[in-house]
């Protein structure tokens, strides 16, 4: 099937159904003076032509075990029961009925939209064990991206909420489990038209109990109150890694509250993380 994407001057090119794993050094819509242009953004991450997917369809719980989905668009709620299950290049488009995607069971998605619709409810965009590649995920309620067990997002985009009025809103949240990994994403935690702020790009806390296994490498985040906001030093957690990550200045108070500075034994928070227009030390 053939899928266009838009190039940096507006104009629709040809690209393969499965999207390179890191954009070109030569990709014009990476060429610019800030470091996180190279991270994906709403036009190289999910489905990059969502008219070639079929008409849309009111699915039922996915509870059939290693089944593949390709070009798709789901609107409503879709709960994850089986193992097994991939996505990919599917259009979720939740309308504010419960979580976007909640996955009971490990679920896969490659190249896919997920907007969570979440301007009537505060429920998250997506949620429990899942494994995403080059998603697009967006208009969650409360919260984006909900962490639960062996759970890792690579090269996404997450990005704008529906904040409610009382809500403790971030782009994504660790509450507790383990194995988690957040890799090469860009997070935004704050609307850039309007300069609202969000509470955080991620927010961590252990209310699940330990949390062990954690990587949040070679990010691009920016805006919130703190950028990465919470308690990881609190002797709840262990084999952290916070390192690599370039921080934006949209924050409201500072890149990186103290007690995310994760020491050992819970884990290391290295001098590789950097502001992006300077590369100094955060």
Same mark, same amino acid.
């Given at each position: 099937?053939?899928?266009?994407?838009?190039?940096?001057?507006?104009?629709?090119?040809?690209?393969?159904?499965?999207?390179?794993?890191?954009?070109?050094?030569?990709?014009?819509?990476?060429?610019?003076?800030?470091?996180?242009?190279?991270?994906?953004?709403?036009?190289?991450?999910?489905?990059?032509?969502?008219?070639?997917?079929?008409?849309?369809?009111?699915?039922?719980?996915?509870?059939?075990?290693?089944?593949?989905?390709?070009?798709?668009?789901?609107?409503?709620?879709?709960?994850?029961?089986?193992?097994?299950?991939?996505?990919?290049?599917?259009?979720?488009?939740?309308?504010?009925?419960?979580?976007?995607?909640?996955?009971?069971?490990? &679920?896969?998605?490659? @190249?896919?939209?997920?907007? /969570? !619709?979440? *301007?009537?409810? +505060?429920?998250? %965009?997506?949620? #429990?064990?899942?494994?995403?590649?080059?998603?697009?995920?967006?208009?969650?309620?409360?919260?984006?991206?909900?962490?639960?067990?062996?759970?890792?997002?690579?090269?996404?985009?997450?990005?704008?909420?529906?904040?409610?009025?009382?809500?403790?809103?971030?782009?994504?949240?660790?509450?507790?489990?383990?194995?988690?990994?957040?890799?090469?994403?860009?997070?935004?935690?704050?609307?850039?038209?309007?300069?609202?702020?969000?509470?955080?790009?991620?927010?961590?806390?252990?209310?699940?109990?330990?949390?062990?296994? &954690?990587?949040?490498? @070679?990010?691009?985040?920016? /805006? !919130?109150? *703190?950028?990465? +906001?919470?308690? %990881?030093?609190? #002797?709840?957690?262990?084999?952290?890694?916070?390192?690599?990550?370039?921080?934006?200045?949209?924050?409201?108070?500072?890149?990186?509250?103290?007690?995310?500075?994760?020491?050992?034994?819970?884990?290391?928070?290295?001098?590789?993380?950097?502001?992006?227009?300077?590369?100094?030390?955060?």
């Amino acid at each position: 099937m053939t899928r266009h994407v838009q190039d940096a001057n507006g104009t629709w090119q040809v690209v393969a159904s499965n999207l390179p794993a890191v954009p070109s050094a030569a990709d014009p819509r990476g060429a610019t003076t800030l470091f996180h242009g190279r991270y994906r953004g709403a036009h190289n991450t999910g489905v990059p032509d969502k008219s070639a997917l079929g008409l849309p369809e009111f699915p039922p719980v996915f509870n059939v075990p290693n089944v593949t989905y390709s070009d798709r668009h789901f609107v409503g709620y879709c709960q994850i029961d089986a193992t097994g299950i991939v996505f990919e290049r599917c259009f979720f488009e939740a309308r504010g009925d419960l979580f976007g995607i909640n996955a009971n069971q490990p &679920v896969t998605l490659y @190249d896919c939209d997920i907007y /969570g !619709g979440k *301007y009537l409810d +505060n429920s998250d %965009a997506v949620t #429990g064990s899942v494994h995403a590649v080059r998603c697009n995920i967006w208009g969650g309620g409360n919260d984006n991206v909900g962490f639960g067990e062996d759970c890792v997002y690579e090269d996404c985009y997450i990005h704008f909420i529906y904040q409610h009025y009382g809500t403790h809103s971030d782009n994504s949240q660790i509450l507790g489990n383990n194995n988690l990994g957040i890799k090469r994403c860009k997070l935004l935690s704050y609307d850039p038209y309007t300069g609202v702020q969000y509470n955080s790009c991620l927010q961590i806390s252990s209310t699940g109990g330990l949390v062990d296994n &954690v990587q949040i490498v @070679d990010n691009y985040m920016d /805006g !919130g109150g *703190y950028t990465i +906001n919470g308690r %990881a030093n609190n #002797g709840l957690y262990s084999n952290m890694l916070i390192s690599g990550n370039r921080f934006g200045r949209h924050y409201a108070y500072g890149p990186v509250a103290g007690e995310v500075r994760v020491t050992p034994p819970a884990g290391t928070f290295t001098n590789t993380n950097v502001y992006d227009d300077t590369g100094i030390t955060v």
